[in-house]
Structures are given as structure tokens and as C-alpha cells.
């Protein structure tokens, strides 16, 4: 069974998502927690993005644009810690919870 084939702008959105990711596992351990729920904050939150529909294209352009701007301002390595803007909880990813580095200990 051939898999389901993905657009160009779907192949952006997973590729800022996978990059959010990989830039909280470079932040330091005990700050993760903050880290991830801000990026499902950026990702769910209906008025970020959670709530588009798919063919609201020219939002989620400016979405991915504005998210690789966050990544290049976020990924310096001086920036340590993030706050979440609202208290919604978002359930925590194994980045969140010590990725590589906390399964070796």
C-alpha cells in the first residue's frame, strides 16, 4: 500500500515542526519541559495556527515564515529559558522528559 503523498507547504510545516524539535534538545535539560510546551503552544493553539484549515494557504505561509524567524532568534545559544504565554497544558514528548541525554543516566 502506497503511502498517503504530502504537499510541498505540508513537507514545510513538518520540517519547521522536526526543527523545533531538534532545538529543544539542544537547550539545557532542566529547561525542556518550558521549551516543549512552547513549541505545542506554537503549533496547537488555535489562534497560532491550531485552527486553520487546509486550504488557508497563505496563513500557513506566514505561519512557517514566522516559525523559521523564531527558530533562527530561539536557536542562539545564549537563549536558555522560554515561558509558555497561557497556562494550557500540553502533554510533555520524550524531548521534554530528557530526550538522549536523560535515557543515559
Known amino acids: 500500500m502506497a503511502g498517503r503523498r504530502i504537499t510541498g507547504l505540508q513537507r514545510q510545516v513538518y520540517h519547521c515542526y522536526k526543527r523545533a524539535l531538534k532545538l529543544v534538545a539542544s537547550k539545557p535539560l532542566e529547561n525542556r519541559p518550558a521549551w516543549f510546551a512552547f513549541v505545542a503552544h506554537q ?3 488555535p489562534t497560532l495556527g491550531g485552527g486553520l484549515k487546509r486550504k488557508d ?3 500557513i505561509e506566514h505561519l512557517v515564515r514566522r516559525g523559521d524567524k523564531m527558530l533562527e532568534t530561539y ?3 545564549g537563549v536558555k529559558k522560554v ?3 497561557d ?3 500540553w502533554p510533555l514528548g520524550w524531548v521534554a522528559k530528557g530526550g538522549k541525554e536523560g ?3
Request: aromatic content about 6%; hydrophobic content about 40%.
Open 83 to 85: 515561558v509558555v504565554p
Open 57 to 59: 494557504i497563505s496563513a
Open 43 to 45: 503549533f496547537r493553539h
Open 87 to 89: 497556562t494550557h497544558e
Open 75 to 77: 536557536g542562539a545559544p
Open 103 to 105: 535515557l543515559q543516566r
